[in-house]
């Protein structure tokens, strides 16, 4: 027995082979057997009976066979797909050459034997159900898809959109800033912030583990935690990244995800920026193109993977000099790989930063990324990209 239903349709003029074959089928109870002695009706019929197989015979007096066969392929027809053998009196080579020509699946030369027609009923009616059932599970995937697209572009969309603007960039007094994001996909899990509240400047950069929907949403969480905390006025950096990483890790266990972050926090005041959380080491260009690399290990831990990192935090302040360079960055471009599998790498990040220390912010952003897609020229970019210059006037 099968679980799919097999219905039989036979187009045949002569009612002793319909009921010769309805005999041969009448045993089988998992199979439902139609006739149909009129081949102009054949469509109509097939309408009506749903068959997953259709026995045709070749001979009949209304019409040609094989044109029958062309008729039931025919590209709109609703038995293009349905499995067809042909039945003829003899073998014929040729016949049968341009039945499987115009699209026959099988050739039987009548009557054939009760355990042959029988199995050939199965096989290419199991063949049929289970295309009927990849049809089905491809539309319900192609119906997921366009709402997972329609979801996903409104994260992309929420995420581009609480990114600082270039004006709120040149509203930060004493410095010259610069971002830069490029997802690797439609949604990107890295995050850039700057934020000025009451005077007082905050400077953000993380990235989520992985990239798509999920990161993204996470991504979002953070911007949002981090402007309801300087909105509250929370001033120790400490205790601002604790109470971000309870935030997150609540969220993300009531989404039942296993995303986390690094995140490093600056707040800038009086040509002084004071770092804290773990991300990429920061990199702080002197006059002179002179590069200190600032390691951010001990300065925290990811966000959201432990319940309490209080305990791993810490804090590094950074004096800035007229003139001075601060280039914060994701794994998106150090790990850029060419096509060749090599990695840019921090040291040609520092290379060229060094090179291009005297520029503005928005200049040194843009040489930046665009050594970096030189770089990766063809290679797929598997990562999130972003970038944030910061200069002191």
């Known amino acids: 027995m099968t679980e799919s239903p097999i219905v039989v349709l036979l187009i045949d003029d002569q009612p002793t082979i319909g009921e010769a074959i309805r005999r041969m089928l009448e045993t089988e109870t998992d199979i439902i057997f139609h006739y149909c002695p009129h081949p102009t009706e054949t469509l109509k019929i097939a309408k009506e009976v749903q068959p997953t197989v259709i026995l045709q015979d070749l001979v009949m007096p209304d019409v040609e066979g094989l044109m029958l066969v062309r008729f039931l392929r025919a590209k709109d027809a609703p038995t293009h797909d349905i499995p067809l053998i042909v039945l003829s009196s003899k073998e014929e080579p040729l016949v049968k050459a341009e039945a499987f020509q115009f699209g026959a699946n099988d050739y039987v030369v009548k009557l054939p034997d009760k355990v042959e027609l029988i199995a050939r009923i199965r096989y290419h009616s199991a063949a049929y159900n289970n295309l009927l059932k990849r049809k089905e599970a491809e539309e319900k995937l192609k119906e997921e898809n366009l709402r997972l697209s329609a979801e996903v572009e409104i994260t992309r969309r929420l995420q581009q959109m609480i990114l600082p603007k270039a004006d709120e960039l040149k509203q930060i007094k004493g410095l010259d800033i610069a971002g830069f994001m490029e997802p690797a996909t439609d949604v990107g899990g890295d995050y850039y912030d700057v934020l000025n509240h009451n005077g007082r400047v905050k400077i953000g950069i993380g990235d989520v583990t992985g990239h798509g929907l999920e990161s993204g949403v996470v991504m979002i969480m953070v911007q949002t935690a981090i402007r309801t905390l300087m909105t509250h006025n929370e001033a120790d950096p400490l205790k601002f990244l604790s109470v971000i ?86 794994d998106g471009i150090t790990e850029a790989e060419n096509p060749a599998g090599e990695m840019y790498g921090l040291e040609r990040l520092c290379e060229i930063v060094s090179q291009n220390w005297e520029q503005s912010a928005q200049e040194i952003k843009t040489v930046v990324i665009d050594d970096v897609k030189q770089h990766i020229d063809t290679q797929t970019v598997y990562d999130d990209i972003t970038l944030l210059v910061i200069k002191q006037k």
């Open 245 to 330: 990483n309870r935030t997150i890790f609540d969220n993300v266990e009531r989404i039942n995800s296993d995303k986390n972050l690094t995140l490093s926090l600056l707040d800038y005041e009086d040509n002084c920026l004071r770092l804290s959380g773990q991300h990429e080491s920061l990199i702080v260009v002197r006059k002179g193109g002179e590069i200190e690399i600032v390691d951010t290990i001990d300065l925290g831990f990811p966000v959201g993977l432990e319940e309490d990192i209080s305990d791993f935090l810490g804090e590094t302040e950074i004096l800035l000099s007229q003139g001075d360079l601060v280039i914060l960055y994701t």
